[in-house]
């Protein structure tokens, strides 16, 4: 096929594509919506009606929209998207839509269809529970961490996989939205006006600014292993029985905890929404997801660690305790920077009632700055969930 130049799709030149790619057989009767919620790309569905069965295209737009206004944002993320999906399939194909296709140049990534499933927010929201998905996203992130990492890969071939994922302007928008701007007066936020007492105190707070900034600068610089950037609870969906991880667009060679850290400020996010006798399941997760991580990175470690370094004693405890520390401190940023900052969730936003919300979303602010500053002391999951039983 030629090269091809980049244009928006539209349902019809999206069928008109499938069909072109040879997915669909010519003459097929198809129906095809854009179904993307988001800000930055577009999501087509084209099923064949005959059959049920679809497929999805993704697209990536040139700009992303932002109240109202648009900045540019490169296209190449639809590229690391793709590659960044394949390179997950080739250790855990079970928690990953299937790549059928990518273009780098039309910015699209065609993938399997998974709308019998549910966007795991969505889920949580209305109440579900997602038995499995604690243990799968556990596994997903301790293969996907170890096999990319110098413990786990080639040295040498592994500094090759940090340069196709060099994603600056993806990274810069984590580093400006979840690292930077909440912390201080900056125009990007976005809060109640009866917040602003609590969020002025924030602004104000040296201890805080010394500990976020060593966790923004582990993000600037540790290349540990692939991660996936916005492990947040949107970016998974899950069933009782299957879990799949979509949209790696902020994919990238960064610290081993960064992915852990979000998925746990988002289900500490979703049980704050949660009325007390029905948040256990949601905190369980916090403790098997760390529970299934460490187990998993234990054994891969024992069995396939590439480094010389690995037998020698201490240096996995090390190794994992750095991982959990970490992972501590990106959760509390996380868990502030959807209280106040720019994009928050619908967790928290969607309590209609005002004063629980405020009350909420407060409890979210004290939360996020207690994990950012008592992360050295936090020694295991349970005390993550003494520290939220101890907001109020
Ligand atoms: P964005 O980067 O814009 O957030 P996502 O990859 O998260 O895009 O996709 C946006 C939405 O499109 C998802 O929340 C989901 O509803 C739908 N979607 C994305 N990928 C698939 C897929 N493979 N199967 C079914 N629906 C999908
Ligand atoms: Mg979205
Ligand atoms: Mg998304
Ligand atoms: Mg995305």
Redesign the pocket.
């Known amino acids: 096929m030629s090269k091809s130049i980049y244009e928006p799709l539209t349902e019809s030149s999206a069928v008109a594509l499938a069909v072109r790619l040879g997915i669909f057989p010519e003459g097929t009767p198809l129906t095809c919506r854009e179904i993307g919620d988001?800000n930055?790309?577009l999501v087509f569905r084209i099923v064949d009606q005959r059959t049920g069965k679809g497929i999805v295209i993704k697209q990536a737009l040139p700009y992303a929209k932002v109240v109202g206004e648009s900045w540019p944002l490169t296209l190449k993320r639809a590229i690391i998207?793709s590659n960044a999906l394949r390179t997950f399939a080739s250790y855990v194909p079970q928690y990953v839509p299937t790549v059928y296709y990518s273009d780098e140049s039309l910015a699209i990534t065609v993938m399997e269809d998974l709308s019998h499933l549910q966007i795991a927010r969505k889920g949580l929201i209305e109440g579900k529970t997602f038995p499995l998905l604690s243990e799968h996203i556990g596994e997903f992130i301790a293969k996907t961490l170890f096999y990319t990492s110098d413990f786990g890969m080639n040295q040498q071939q592994k500094k090759q996989l940090v340069q196709q994922f060099v994603n600056p302007e993806l990274c810069k928008i984590t580093e400006d939205l979840v690292f930077t701007d909440p912390f201080f007066d900056h125009e990007t936020n976005n809060f109640e006006p009866e917040l602003r007492h609590d969020v002025e105190a924030l602004w104000n707070d040296e201890t805080l600014h010394l500990e976020t900034a060593k966790l923004k600068r582990k993000f600037l610089t540790e290349a540990d292993a692939l991660i996936h950037g916005?492990l947040h609870t949107g970016?998974i969906f899950a069933s009782d029985t299957e879990t799949k991880i979509i949209?790696p667009?902020?994919a990238f060679y960064g610290p081993f905890g960064f992915d852990i850290g979000q998925f746990f400020a988002n289900l500490l996010l979703n049980a704050l929404s949660r009325k007390e006798h029905e948040q256990a399941p949601i905190l369980y997760h916090i403790e098997k997801t760390w529970d299934v991580f460490s187990t998993v990175f234990s054994r891969l470690w024992e069995q396939h660690n590439v480094e010389p370094y690995a037998k020698t004693n201490g240096w996995l405890q090390d190794i994992l305790h750095t991982i959990f520390v970490d992972a501590v401190g990106f959760a509390g940023c996380e868990v502030i920077r959807r209280t106040i900052g720019l994009a928050h969730v619908a967790d928290l936003d969607g309590i209609s009632d005002k004063q629980r919300r405020l009350e909420a979303k407060r409890r979210a602010l004290q939360l996020g700055r207690a994990l950012i500053l008592h992360r050295y002391s936090l020694r295991s999951a349970q005390h993550i969930l003494a520290t939220f039983a101890q907001t109020s």
Do not use: H, K
Request: glycine fraction near 12%; avoid cysteine; hydrophobic fraction near 20%.
């Open positions: 988001g930055l790309n998207e916005d970016s949209d667009e902020f």
